[in-house]
């Protein structure tokens, strides 16, 4: 401390701001949009219907449901031109990095989004377009990657059946998406919708403080998540267990490598800054793993080492000590891969379920009118000293 000044790295023990969005409850492991639980949104809820209740605060009714749905189908294309910037990027370009570049070009295309101090018509339109335009972004990135042609948006499925038919979908042939993918991915999407003032949510609200664009301030948030030991961590924990896996399954040899301080090695998608108890949408998750397999017929190998290394790792005094638990991001990777996605394009998915929780923290953030985001710091660099011409040094 120095002054009036108090430096807390990371924010540990710093509030940011009031947000009536998103309640956390580290020690109970409890969670809630607007106050409904995660678990009952997860079970009875759907993914645009908790993109609602996070950006609007309340849950919808079938009128005002079906109004917000017609809205977004009609904004689900994205300009043309944009293909422009796909076809840009290197074929094994990372999945984030064109995500992050390709939200933050909407503002090229979609102008109303520039204006610092919009309606409330223009700043919805705005929302509205990125809520539309984001599954199709994420599946083009995809189609993308693989060569193959993009699947256009199908204005008659719902959101999330129709992200999964651009992504899975063929142009030669219409494909049946099994209904257990579409549920279990609504649920996936409705674990990572919100979670206070995580890494890169405050991005978000720092970035629009400025009174930058949405566009801008989401695509900020998408760099920030694609760091390993934030979104990024569902893609590290897959390869993680694999090189467990190649390494002949010794989850204890790796447990003692996590512990290590000599050894960089963490042991990815374990601990979290606010649960020191249970995450409770990894329960949810760990659930859904073992329902989504079996559905699917799947055996993944990697599942039993990612249950393996749970259970040594609760019994583990440096775990304990520590509270370090499964985090959201231990479980998601083997869903998504057994619901066929690479891995490389896992951390995108967490994009576009934090989408409308970026989108509601931001929004609040304006209706606040916050003032801009500005910290300060305790100088410890040199005192004042004169300059050395270049022939004296
Ligand atoms: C997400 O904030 C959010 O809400 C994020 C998120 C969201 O929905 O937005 O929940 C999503 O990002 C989940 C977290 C995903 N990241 C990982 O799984 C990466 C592995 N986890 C860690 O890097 C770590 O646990 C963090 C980043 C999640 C939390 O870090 P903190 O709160 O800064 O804690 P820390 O690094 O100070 O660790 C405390 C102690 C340290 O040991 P000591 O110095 O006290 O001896 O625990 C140790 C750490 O070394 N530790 C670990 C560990 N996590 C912490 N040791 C081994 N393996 C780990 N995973």
């Given at each position: 401390v120095s002054g009036a000044i108090t430096v807390d790295p990371g924010y540990k023990n710093t509030g940011a701001t009031k947000s009536a969005i998103t309640f956390l409850d580290g020690e109970k492991g409890v969670l809630r949009y607007r106050g409904y639980p995660i678990e009952q949104l997860a079970e009875h809820s759907t993914f645009l219907e908790v993109a609602y209740l996070l950006i609007y605060g309340e849950l919808p009714s079938s009128d005002t449901l079906l109004d917000f749905r017609k809205k977004i189908s009609r904004h689900t294309l994205i300009h043309e031109d944009m293909k422009k910037f796909f076809d840009g990027f290197p074929s094994k370009s990372h999945p984030m990095g064109q995500l992050s570049c390709l939200v933050g070009a909407l503002s090229a295309f979609y102008p109303e989004s520039l204006n610092p101090n919009p309606s409330e018509e223009e700043e919805n339109l705005t929302i509205i377009k990125l809520l539309a335009k984001m599954p199709t972004i994420v599946s083009w990135i995809y189609k993308k990657s693989l060569g193959h042609p993009v699947i256009y948006p199908r204005n008659e499925l719902n959101y999330v059946h129709n992200f999964l038919n651009m992504t899975f979908g063929q142009i030669t042939e219409d494909i049946v998406i099994d209904k257990s993918v579409v549920s279990a991915m609504h649920k996936l999407l409705i674990l990572h919708a919100d979670h206070e003032q995580n890494c890169s949510t405050s991005t978000v609200r720092i970035v629009g403080s400025s009174n930058a664009n949405l566009y801008a301030s989401i695509s900020a948030g998408i760099s920030a998540l694609w760091g390993p030991l934030h979104g990024g961590a569902n893609q590290a924990v897959i390869e993680m267990l694999e090189n467990i896996k190649n390494d002949g399954g010794n989850s204890a040899k790796w447990l003692a490598k996590a512990k290590?301080?000599?050894?960089?090695?963490r042991l990815m998608g374990f601990g979290h800054r606010v649960y020191k108890n249970f995450d409770p949408r990894a329960k949810i998750i760990k659930k859904a793993c073992d329902e989504v397999l079996d559905k699917l017929g799947i055996n993944d190998p990697v599942l039993d080492i990612a249950k393996e290394l749970e259970e040594a790792a609760l019994k583990d005094q440096y775990f304990v000590d520590r509270k370090l638990y499964p985090n959201v991001d231990f479980y998601s990777g083997i869903i998504y891969r057994a619901l066929g996605f690479p891995t490389d394009m896992f951390t995108v998915l967490f994009a576009l379920g934090r989408l409308p929780g970026w989108i509601a923290q931001w929004k609040e953030m304006k209706a606040n009118k916050e003032p801009i985001g500005r910290p300060r710091q305790i100088y410890t660099g040199s005192t004042i000293r004169d300059y050395v011409p270049l022939d004296q040094r």
């Open positions: 290590d301080k000599n050894d960089p090695f």
